[in-house]
């Protein structure tokens, strides 16, 4: 099984001058196998996280592709842990099922923000063998904790 923890951070939030930063990292069995951060500006919360579970997710299919010896019919192969409420609870309601339908429009019929990161992660979204759970974030758990701080220091690049 190959796991994937990924978390992102902006300081000044939504601000013109707001810097952020996403990380990322990549287990197979237990152990690290690759991770990376990236600083972001202009920056949201949001965009930070997605960017940090979309780089997490390319690095995952890249050691999938790579290890030939993985077995795709057994689910869940990649699961994606994050503690962002708005991209877990996207994937489990489909809330982009309707966005491709209604033309990237929300339900408030407003363009759906950060449209080029979800079309990024959609094709995770729909690959069986991705799972994404949500991570309390600040509690304590490991690599939670380490993509937290690597996320920060991301933004200090």
Not at 43 to 48: D, E, H, L, V
Request: proline share 3%; net charge positive; with cysteine.
């Amino acid at each position: 099984m190959i796991e994937v923890y990924t978390d992102g951070a902006a300081s000044n939030n939504g601000k013109k001058d707001a810097v952020g930063g996403a990380a990322w990292v990549v287990l197979k069995q237990g152990e690290k196998v690759a991770e990376g951060m990236r600083k972001i500006f202009p920056a949201t919360n949001n965009i930070c996280e997605l960017v940090g579970v979309v780089e997490g997710c390319l690095a995952a299919e890249a050691i999938l592709k790579e290890d030939n010896t993985m077995d795709l019919s057994f689910k869940p192969t990649v699961v994606v842990y994050s503690d962002s409420a708005y991209i877990i609870n996207c994937w489990k309601e489909k809330w982009y099922q309707n966005w491709e339908k209604n033309n990237w429009k929300n339900s408030k019929k407003k363009p759906v923000a950060n449209k080029e990161l979800w079309q990024a992660l959609l094709p995770f979204f729909k690959k069986q063998y991705f799972i994404f759970n949500k991570v309390a974030g600040h509690a304590g758990i490991k690599w939670n904790e380490y993509v937290d701080t690597k996320a920060a220091e991301a933004k200090e690049l």
